[in-house]
């Protein structure tokens, strides 16, 4: 069981559809991130939100759009998706953003495909 | 550009003591070195983390070498749940990057 909770588990959408991702979390985190983690390839970094703020966006093209209503909630919004955005998202969180002593906490994640 | 080197994989036996290696020789004095895990169809998990000082917790001790070129992350009693992707990161103090290598494979086998 893991304290980042994401939906949907799973999801299937055409290029021309819009879905949206939903993280969320309860332990009073301030930082909360997205990674994309392609087949037998490790997670990469998307989007860092502190304090309700995007801090940090690792050139990620304008299809994706995150958002964080709240200090428990993220969404990752999508639209036009290729096919070659088909992977697992992920999402994080940790106390504070600069707090590289303290870990990150991670969701098991959205599996989506882009038909 | 990788800051950790690791296996790509490893076998262990169930019940016996996994000693998983790597090597991060370019590590600077501000940068701890991180553990995570992924079991197939799972998040990453944090294991556990050090700076200089050897850490045990309850799901692993990690043995960090004195010149800090180097650790070995144990799991003292591995069982078949344990069969997973393990990351071993350098992270740097105040950081927000967790940049993931391609980590090791390890599979336990009863």
């Known amino acids: 069981d893991t304290e980042v909770t994401q939906t949907p588990k799973h999801l299937v959408m055409g290029m021309t559809n819009k879905k949206s991702l939903k993280c969320e979390q309860h332990?009073?985190?301030?930082?909360m991130y997205w990674y994309k983690q392609k087949a037998k390839k490790p997670p990469e970094l998307m989007f860092v939100y502190s304090y309700e703020k995007l801090s940090i966006n690792e050139s990620v093209p304008s299809r994706f759009s995150p958002e964080c209503p709240n200090s428990s909630l993220l969404n990752l919004h999508l639209h036009a998706l290729q096919p070659e955005d088909s992977a697992l998202y992920l999402c994080?969180?940790?106390?504070?953003?600069?707090?590289?002593?303290?870990?990150?906490?991670f969701g098991d994640g959205t599996r989506l495909s882009i038909l | 550009d990788a800051k950790t080197t690791q296996p790509t994989s490893m076998d262990c036996a169930e019940g016996r003591a996994a000693n998983l290696p790597c090597n991060h020789s370019?590590?600077?004095?501000?940068?701890?070195v991180y553990w995570y895990r992924q079991i197939h169809s799972q998040g990453p998990q944090y294991i556990i983390h050090g700076l200089k000082n050897n850490e045990t917790n309850e799901m692993a001790s990690l043995i960090i070498t004195e010149d800090r070129k180097s650790s070995t992350l144990i799991l003292p009693h591995a069982t078949l749940r344990d069969t997973a992707v393990y990351y071993c990161?350098?992270?740097?103090?105040?950081?927000?990057?967790?940049?993931f290598g391609a980590g090791t494979t390890v599979t336990v086998r009863a």
């Open positions: 370019t590590i600077s004095g501000n940068e701890y």
């Open positions: 332990m009073g985190h301030r930082a």
């Open positions: 994080a969180s940790s106390p504070r953003q600069g707090s590289g002593h303290q870990p990150q906490h």
């Open positions: 990161i350098v992270r740097v103090i105040n950081d927000y990057k967790l940049s």
